[in-house]
């Protein structure tokens, strides 16, 4: 039995209205259940309008039962009842997504006939105990005017009113008040809604969660532009102006957008179950499935494609059709005055343009641009409309790309590069943006897809709030800021792809570089800044930046003060990119910190080299097949081992040797070898009485030692003899190795001849270690004299390199500064030396 049979029956049988109001709220309710079927069936419009159509269906019931109630079997003409049902807004427009407001205006005339108002409240009470979810109004036809008056808001509804049931009489009599209405005050009504939509636009700017109804190139946009036309043209639909406003391609480009929008907004609602216009990332994989798409990335590109079609759409024609109100006499005068060519006028820091000139050839747009004053341009719709629809070709010739880089001299290249995306054509004339154009970055930091927030960090760049980065920026030549620009700019361009999108960005900015026409020598810097473009944020983030070994390895990898200074500007740029708020005075202090300790050792070339071969030795050992064997905490610990020159002077087998050992001590651990001469290798946790061991050993001659801290505390030692020991006194020795381990032991050393001019001591070689080096003649008991005489003034060795050759000893020595040992270095050589 369908709906309108039970209906008939329940009148009959003299059911209560609950009744009545179940029977209907079951009825929505299971149409609104089989609401997912029917997308599946119907999508975009076609969805929208079989929804819309629907609810006239339950609308004009629920009215035809209300009169069938309150006349019973003596039912009037309904024409001759003095009520309309209007459908307002989206409802209008049958675009009502599935949890909108529906938007209903009833209409009624005084007739002493019909208690209309009766009639009216029925209905209303059957829709709201049914469950609809009305937004309406009640209006007497000869108040329409004045309520349109009272709110832009309600003209605007009223704008869009469609009839559902009701008297035709009446509805004809409301088309003549609508109509007036429309006619009321146009200027005043456009300009009103123009400043409307420049205040939501800038509530909901263009993000990676983009709003599918308020936001920039939003389901509002379209709305303005509709009602703009149906003011000034009194047209039903934007497709009667094709051929008379703009071309039917045009207009075609642009329904395919709107039907993506009307797709993606219905899918969100059915997921969401309630109004939800911001597609959240939380819905992003289920509306991709659900609306064909590989994956979540490709539908927020085609969505912020179709968003990006739409606001370009709507700024130029928009402005087409208001341009007549936009200007009163004296501006419009004021801009003729200022024509700098054909169709083109400047004032006041606006370009504007005449859509009725010939679209000019995009070199000749950008000639234009080049001749303009350097500054903070705003470029009117119209100058928008001739960038737009410029015919492109490719490739470009070499005259195209000196314009540009004439561009990317300027001060003010923002603004230049926002009207290219603004337009659509900024991959056509940069070319590595092919592949990120309105490309989402899913990393829960960036606020913009790829393409503009490379563009937001030139923004940045020109509107430096950081003094000290400003004050590194302006001294800049003219080639290494035009470089800075084009790094910058171009720096994600390599992202979308399986590849690093570093290593893919250093391909793509030199053919960039070279079409510019910059120095050979600024292709490297400019592959290198774009390849390490996120290495100065993660160290300074992530890293502990007081650590010797982090800013000689960051420093080998940026190689010059002079590209330092530019990573710094653009690491400053990329942040200040991501979204406001980004670079907090937390993150300006550690990157200041950073750029400061890197400059302080850029200038010691040779420590630099040996953060190379570090990292060098690093990657052999994580290739290694028994180093990936070790626990992901052990592997971390072995390549925490500060000293380079551990892994400079051990192969990866012996590093692994040697910290195989360490991860087993417990106090202490030795080993001794004879091989030649002695070797002794110890593993300590306590200390060690080093002074003491070299002392009773020292008839053995010391040939080399060197000393590593490892990790946990435990320090490497390994000390080589000229001399083998004689046969039988090895227990001997493995009882002077263990008594080392008593600092109370002592032992009288004789005093070596050293003169001062043969000991140095380096205060600069690095932020935390100086290097005392030693060049004299070899006497017994050297070594445990200058140990001694470290412990006394509590001075640590990091490292020690012992050499002695042709009865000269050359050693050299890594001392930690502390105890300001530095502001004492005069005091410590005259001890050593006995003054």
């Known amino acids: 039995m369908s709906i309108t049979e039970q209906i008939e029956d329940l009148i009959e049988r003299k059911a209560s209205d609950f009744e009545i109001s179940k029977l209907f709220k079951s009825h929505i309710s299971d149409y609104k259940n089989s609401l997912s079927e029917l997308f599946e069936r119907n999508q975009g419009k076609d969805f929208l309008v079989i929804h819309t159509k629907t609810l006239d269906s339950i609308i004009s019931l629920m009215y035809k039962t209300v009169l069938r109630r309150l006349f019973g079997n003596y039912l009037p003409m309904r024409s001759s009842i003095p009520i309309a049902f209007i459908a307002l807004g989206s409802y209008g427009r049958e675009q009502l997504c599935v949890h909108s407001d529906i938007d209903l205006m009833i209409v009624y005339e005084q007739n002493g006939g019909y208690n209309t108002a009766a009639i009216i409240e029925k209905f209303l009470y059957l829709a709201w105990d049914a469950g609809l979810k009305l937004g309406h109004r009640v209006h007497e036809v000869g108040d329409l005017f004045n309520a349109s008056r009272e709110d832009i808001t309600i003209k605007t509804a009223m704008m869009e009113s469609r009839l559902i049931i009701g008297s035709s009489f009446t509805w004809s009599t409301t088309q003549n008040r609508l109509n007036a209405i429309r006619h009321d005050n146009p200027k005043a009504f456009i300009l009103a809604k123009i400043e409307e939509a420049e205040l939501r636009r800038k509530k909901f700017p263009s993000s990676m969660q983009p709003h599918i109804k308020e936001g920039v190139g939003g389901l509002r946009d379209s709305q303005l532009l509709y009602w703009i036309a149906k003011t000034l043209y009194g047209v039903n639909t934007l497709k009667e102006l094709t051929g008379v406003l703009f071309s039917e391609e045009q207009y075609r480009e642009y329904r395919i957008a709107l039907e993506l929008l009307f797709r993606v907004r219905s899918a969100l609602h059915l997921i969401s179950g309630k109004q939800q216009d911001q597609l959240v990332l939380d819905y992003m994989p289920r509306i991709a499935q659900m609306l064909g798409f590989s994956d979540e990335r490709r539908l927020v590109t085609k969505l912020l494609e179709a968003q990006w079609r739409i606001n370009n759409f709507t700024q130029i ?7 007549i109100y936009l200007h009163d006499a004296a501006v419009t005068s004021k801009i003729r005055a200022g024509r700098i060519q054909k169709g083109f006028y400047a004032v006041e820091g606006t370009l504007y343009a005449s859509y009725r000139t010939a679209t000019p050839s995009i070199d000749t747009l950008l000639e234009l641009l080049v001749s303009l004053e350097d500054r903070e341009w705003t470029f009117d719709s119209s100058v928008l409309f001739h960038f737009t629809y410029s015919l492109i070709k490719h ?14 001299e300027r001060n003010h290249l923002y603004v230049i590069l926002k009207l290219f995306y603004d337009a659509g054509i900024l991959h056509h004339l940069i070319g590595a943006f092919k592949k990120v154009l309105h490309l989402p970055q899913f990393d829960g930091y960036h606020l913009y897809p790829v393409d503009l927030h490379s563009i937001k960090c030139i923004e940045a760049l020109e509107k430096i709030n950081d003094p000290y980065v400003e004050a590194l920026y302006k001294p800049l030549n003219a080639s290494d800021k035009l470089l800075l620009k084009a790094v910058i700019l171009l720096h994600d361009t390599g992202k979308g792809r399986k590849q690093d999108h570093s290593e893919v960005g250093t391909k793509l900015i030199v053919p960039f570089l070279k ?21 100065m944020s993660n160290v300074a ?7 010797e070994k982090t800013l000689y390895q960051f ?18 740029a990329d942040i200040n990119g991501v979204g406001p708020g980004t670079y907090t005075s937390f993150g300006a202090n550690l990157l200041h910190e ?30 290694d097949p028994e180093f990936t064997q070790l ?21 990866p087998s012996d590093i692994l040797a040697i910290s195989k050992e360490a991860f087993q001590c417990q106090t202490f651990t030795y080993q001794l070898n004879i091989d030649g001469g002695l070797i002794i290798h110890i593993f300590r946790k306590i200390p060690l009485n080093l002074g003491y061991l070299l002392g009773k050993l020292s008839y053995l001659d010391v040939a080399s030692m060197d000393i590593f801290t490892l990790f946990d505390g435990i320090k490497y030692f390994k000390i080589e003899f000229l001399q083998r020991p004689r046969e039988g006194t090895m227990e001997q020795i493995e009882m002077i190795v263990e008594e080392a381990f008593d600092m109370t032991k002592k032992i009288d050393l004789p005093k070596p001849v050293i003169k001062p001019n043969e000991i140095t001591i380096d205060c600069d070689h690095s932020i935390h270690y100086a290097q005392l080096n030693l060049n004299t003649t070899n006497q017994r008991g050297l070594l445990a004299y200058f140990v001694q005489c470290f412990d006394e003034a509590n001075i640590n060795i990091a490292t020690a390199k012992i050499h002695t050759n042709k009865n000269m000893a050359r050693d050299h020595f890594l001392i930690e500064k502390q105890h300001r040992m530095c502001d004492n270095a005069r005091e410590i050589i005259n001890k050593l030396v006995g003054v």
């Open 395 to 408: 490739p470009l010739k070499v005259k195209t790309y000196a314009l540009l880089r004439k561009l990317f």
């Open 515 to 535: 079409n510019l026409k910059l120095p050979t020598q600024q292709y490297e810097r400019g592959a290198l800044l774009v390849r390490h473009h996120i290495l």
């Open 317 to 323: 024609y928009v402005k087409k059709m208001a341009r």
């Open 541 to 547: 983030y992530r890293e502990n930046l007081y650590h």
């Open 631 to 651: 626990s992901k905490v052990e592997q971390k610990k072995v390549l925490s081992i500060e000293s380079n020159l551990f892994f400079f002077k051990h192969t």
């Open 594 to 623: 950073l750029y400061e300790a890197s400059l302080e050792i850029a200038s010691q070339n040779d420590r630099i080299t040996d953060a190379i071969k570090r990292v060098n030795k690093e990657k052999k050992l994580l290739n």
């Open 555 to 572: 420093m080998s990898k940026i190689k010059t003060p002079e590209n330092l200074t530019l990573l710094y500007i653009l690491t400053y």
